[in-house]
């Protein structure tokens, strides 16, 4: 065990910022990872993914030492490490919603106004309701939600910035023209007429099951070309099995190459002009399983946004 350790165990290094990469403080680069455990939780489960950036960049030290290695999932190597940042967790209180959601869109909004793609970690999934907020007046965006729910509720328990309630918020947005759903399975808690709604307003919806058949082509091909592309990456989306670490876990779900492959596809087509990943509850992993798979795809999307220069 003593040589495994140094082979392997050595070979971490440990982290503070996402992969190690540099502080952002306002220079220029290409992309900035933020991170949030909650914007409006609600009162019968508070921040129930309070520490989920934390793990997630932990779990990224298993890349960091690597970096300059080449990356089989996308054939090169991985990023260029200069063109990103970190720019850390934004504040936030249970206790104070409204104040959340401000603190989150004002911390995005600095991003764009930098020129760089936000890519933000949580934290519960009403994390993306002020981060799609900043986009107001930036052109219109296309939303890609890869996620087990659809989160067209009107509201929940008197609660209308909370989680189940995200996508239908961003329909209100005018900058929101499109909206692609991929990932739904299960019985969730939409109920009939919040699918009604979603399908009038002109959602597009790819089932995991069809995913699961068919592939992701047809949700590829819903994305405009040349759009800007918000993805919002529910962790629940993707299968227990590889990532665990969530509230509710549901038999099946897309494979880790299901998401790299609407990541990639996505920046062949368009341009990913935010990310959010959400919903990774550290309670709920298995040996760190969970957190590692996050880490893996954001590295990945993070390398699709920043990629490494001609010499790499």
Not at 29 to 37: I, K, Q, R, Y
Not at 159 to 168: D, I, K, P
Not at 175 to 195: C, F, L, Y
Request: glycine content about 14%; charged content about 20%; aromatic content about 6%.
């Amino acid at each position: 065990m003593a040589k495994l350790g140094e082979m392997f165990g050595a070979r971490r290094q440990e982290v503070e910022t996402f992969l190690g990469l540099p502080r952002w403080d306002g220079q220029a680069v290409t992309a900035v990872v933020l991170g949030a455990d909650c914007a409006t939780p609600y009162d019968s489960a508070g921040a129930y993914c309070a520490g989920g950036p934390a793990a997630i960049r932990s779990a990224s030290a298993d890349y960091a030492a690597n970096l300059g290695h080449h990356s089989f999932d996308l054939g090169r190597r991985a990023l260029d490490p200069d063109a990103v940042a970190d720019a850390g967790n934004i504040a936030t209180d249970v206790a104070d919603p409204a104040g959340n959601r401000n603190r989150i869109g004002a911390a995005v909004a600095r991003v764009l106004g930098a020129g760089a793609v936000p890519v933000l970690l949580g934290g519960d999934d009403s994390l993306p309701i002020p981060m799609l907020g900043a986009f107001d007046g930036r052109g219109p965006v296309t939303i890609l939600q890869i996620d087990a729910h659809i989160d067209w509720r009107e509201e929940v328990q008197g609660e209308r910035w909370g989680l189940s309630s995200t996508m239908r918020r961003a329909s209100e947005m005018g900058h929101v023209e499109r909206i692609v759903q991929v990932g739904q399975r299960g019985i969730g808690s939409a109920r009939p007429g919040d699918v009604a709604d979603a399908r009038a307003w002109g959602v597009e919806f790819v089932p995991a099951a069809e995913v699961a058949r068919e592939g992701i082509g047809r949700a590829l091909a819903l994305i405009p070309d040349g759009a800007d592309v918000v993805v919002c990456l529910d962790c629940d989306a993707v299968d227990p099995s590889a990532l665990p670490a969530v509230i509710a876990r549901v038999p099946g779900g897309l494979g880790y190459w299901d998401v790299l492959g609407l990541f990639e596809g996505v920046a062949a087509k368009a341009r990913i002009a935010g990310v959010a990943v959400t919903e990774f509850m550290p309670a709920r992993d298995i040996d760190g399983q969970g957190a590692l798979t996050a880490a893996g795809l954001v590295t990945s999307v993070l390398g699709l946004i920043a990629p490494p220069n001609a010499s790499g």
